[in-house]
Structure formats: structure tokens, C-alpha cells
């Protein structure tokens, strides 16, 4: 079964950038759907971005258009968000997520993946 591992958070101040990586364990990760998810304190998970197995269709919830950018390197076995003019809305912790998919319709609940990573925290602060 594929794990999935985050790392690239952190403290950044408004109007700042960070990229976020998300590695997997196996080369099947190229046959998966992708996310990011994030959550804030006392709030439920919430979809950010979502990418097809083969990168050629990206979906984002409409906060984050226009600033972040989901990619993904299957050579590489690597997810990625790009992060940037980031606002202290945007601080929660962000995971991401696979589901095995060679579709090209990309999900946007919870509940349409079923492999996650353990999460990195982005804090937006002055």
C-alpha cells in the first residue's frame, strides 16, 4: 500500500510563499488520483486542490485559484503545492491524499480518498 509522507510547512508572514512535497512510497503512485486537503483548528477538512493521475486535469476550491498551484512528478513519486500571496485564512494543517484512479475527473469530498498523510502545519502570521 502506497504511504504517504509531507513536508515544506511552516511559519510564513502574509503575502509569502512555501511549497509543500508530498513523497510516496511506491512507483504505483503514478496510477493514483491526488489532493490536498487542509484542516483548521475546530474545523473539518476541507478540499484545496486535486490532480489527475496523469497531471492533466487540476481542480481548486475557489479561495486558493490564482495562488496555489497542485503538480505532480510521478518520475520523482512526488505531489507538490505551490504556495503563494498566502493569507492568514489559509493557516491549518494540510495533508495529502490518493485514491487508485485512472480517470480523468478528479474527486473533492473526504471521503473519495482513502490513503492520507500524516500532515504539515502552515501558519500565516505577521
Known amino acids: 500500500q502506497v504511504q504517504l509522507v509531507e513536508s515544506g510547512g511552516g511559519l510564513v508572514r502574509p503575502g509569502g510563499s512555501l511549497r509543500l512535497s508530498c513523497a510516496a512510497s511506491?512507483?504505483?503512485?503514478?496510477?493514483?488520483?491526488l489532493a490536498w486537503f487542509r484542516q483548521a483548528p475546530g474545523a473539518g477538512r476541507e478540499f484545496v486542490a486535486g490532480i489527475s493521475w496523469s497531471g492533466s486535469n487540476t481542480v481548486y476550491t475557489d479561495s486558493v485559484k490564482g495562488r496555489l498551484t497542485i503538480t505532480r512528478d510521478n518520475a520523482k513519486n512526488t505531489l507538490y503545492l505551490q504556495m503563494n500571496d498566502l493569507n492568514p485564512e489559509d493557516t491549518a494543517g494540510y495533508y495529502c491524499a490518493a485514491t487508485f484512479s485512472r480517470a480523468h475527473w478528479v474527486g473533492e469530498t473526504v471521503n473519495g480518498y482513502g490513503l492520507w498523510g500524516q500532515g504539515t502545519q502552515v501558519t500565516v502570521s505577521s
Open positions: 511506491e512507483s504505483t503512485f503514478r496510477n493514483y488520483a
